[in-house]
């Protein structure tokens, strides 16, 4: 057995140094042994590969309970996102697009109803932190803005229909002043 | 909007930031990890669960301040952990050949598929089912692009027995296979 075929695998990964690396490929050029050793090598790790590349399912997990946690956790950070998205508002948010085959319900403007909270989740804490320091700087909300979750997180983060509601007010020259977030129910 | 926003507008900028960082890297990793999980044996809808858990502690962990170098092994090493954990599906998985069901759509999905008869692949599975877990591991997390440096981030292990572990098992497969 050629004393190169134990660096041929780590030299097909890229894993070898510039020196060791260039010493199997010159080798390889007058090597028919390892040559064809590489070649089988790389071969089995294509099949490998192909082995467990089955397509994985692309059901997503409907279950209450667990939606009623990534509300809570996720909230605070939905605000800071719609936050930090407010000076270019109402552009397209910047984060990734959903790609999801059915259309993102466009942006609705509805009347506010009175802000719900999630109750019974363990972040609870961060959730009110933010909303009760928003609440202390708006004095009323004026409108409310349902944000589809697949707008501002990545497709699959929540489940399907998952959406947040904005309150805010428009101030005289039309700029939005005050923006409070908060999780809404299911977009029907 | 109005100057009283100021004293949270900084630390609510790096949470969104934090988010976006986040939501590149789920866009980036969550089919690789996916795949990785349910070879290891999780079913697909375990494996969206894992796979959810593990980003809610990407981003709570960033938000905590925490430094994430290299956050795709850090990813994978919680996944990993996870299926560890739920060690009857694991087991599960490598106590059975691939159904004729999966043998089939491996068949028929990707032209790289279509050129792998079917013999050929239930020789490969009987090879691979011989490889010690570690083996497969490495093999496993190797073919979805990780480094040395990585798989061993993930596993556990030194960087130096990342190559002999993958170099003794391709040689086992290629072996096994007759190639």
């Given amino acids: ?188 | 909007m109005s100057g009283d926003s100021i004293p949270f507008a900084l630390p609510i900028s790096k949470f969104a930031a934090n988010t976006r960082e986040a939501t590149a890297l789920f866009e980036e990793l969550r089919k690789p990890l996916l795949r990785y999980l349910v070879s290891l044996g999780l079913s697909p809808d375990e494996a969206q669960d894992v796979v959810q858990d593990s980003f809610l502690c990407l981003h709570r962990s960033l938000t905590s301040g925490a430094s994430k170098e290299n956050a795709r092994a850090w990813l994978f090493r919680v996944a990993h952990n996870a299926a560890r954990n739920r060690q009857r599906s694991y087991h599960r998985r490598f106590a059975e050949p691939l159904g004729d069901t999966a043998l089939e759509i491996a068949g028929a999905s990707t032209p790289e598929h279509a050129v792998l008869r079917e013999e050929k692949f239930r020789k490969l599975g009987a090879a691979i089912r011989s490889l010690g877990d570690t083996e497969r591991e490495c093999l496993l997390l190797r073919a979805e692009g990780l480094r040395y440096r990585e798989i061993g981030e993930v596993l556990g292990l030194a960087t130096s027995t990342v190559a002999d572990t993958v170099d003794r098992a391709v040689k086992k497969l290629a072996e096994k296979c007759n190639v």
């Fill in chain 1, 1 to 188: 057995m050629c004393e190169f075929d134990a660096k041929l695998i780590a030299w097909m990964d890229g894993e070898l140094g510039s020196g060791d690396a260039r010493e199997v490929a010159g080798h390889l050029e007058s090597c028919e042994t390892c040559a064809a050793n590489a070649v089988g090598y790389r071969e089995i790790s294509r099949a490998f590969a192909a082995y467990y590349d089955l397509p994985p399912s692309d059901k997503r997990p409907q279950r209450p309970r667990r939606t009623a946690l990534y509300a809570g956790s996720i909230a605070a950070a939905a605000a800071a996102a719609v936050l930090w998205m407010l000076p270019s508002f109402p552009s397209t948010p910047p984060l990734a697009p959903p790609k999801s085959a059915e259309p993102a319900p466009a942006l609705a403007f509805v009347k506010a109803p009175p802000a719900v909270g999630i109750q019974r989740t363990r972040h609870r804490v961060v959730t009110r932190s933010v909303a009760a320091a928003t609440t202390r700087l708006i004095p009323e909300p004026t409108v409310e803005i349902a944000i589809p979750a697949d707008e501002i997180f990545a497709p699959g983060a929540f489940p399907a229909g998952f959406a947040f509601a904005a309150d805010m007010s428009i101030g005289r020259d039309g700029s939005p002043e005050a923006l409070r977030v908060r999780p809404a129910s299911y977009l029907k």
